[in-house]
Structure formats: C-alpha cells, structure tokens
C-alpha cells in the first residue's frame, strides 16, 4: 500500500501562496517594527504575538496543511 504524502495547497496554487505570503509579510513586519515607535509598530512582544495568533486562524482557513507546518508549538 503506497500512502499519499498531503501537500498544502501553497505549493501548487498561486492564488494561495500569494495570499499566505503576503499574511507571512505582514507578520515579518510585526515583528521587525515592534516596540520602535515607527508608524507600523503594533506594540510589544505581547501585542506580536496576538496578532501572529490571528494571522495563523487565517491561514489555517486558506490551507489547513500549511498551518500545521508553521503553527506556533
């Protein structure tokens, strides 16, 4: 019997990766600009977190295998 390896949808669809990326984006500058005083700072580590939080719900609903690959542990 031969198993059949899941793959997430971001690796073959484009309209996908385009929206994971740019949710993965936003996250990257959340952390970057945190705590700085810049007008993209969200706030503190805390404040990150939660809104990483929100951005892995939203992958998830795009594609459920992606998320269980970069989902906070």
Do not use: C, H
């Not at 309209?15 to 936003?26: M, N, Q, S, T």
């Not at 503190?44 to 977190?49: A, L, Y």
């Amino acid at each position: 019997m031969v198993k059949k390896k899941l793959t997430p949808k971001y690796n073959d669809n484009k309209a996908v990766k385009e929206k994971i990326d740019r949710l993965l984006k936003e996250n990257a500058s959340n952390v970057a600009n945190s705590s700085t005083g810049s007008r993209l700072d969200i706030g503190d580590d805390d404040s990150v977190k939660e809104a990483w939080g929100i951005i892995q719900e939203k992958i998830k609903a795009i594609d459920p295998i992606f998320y269980e690959i970069i989902k906070e542990r």
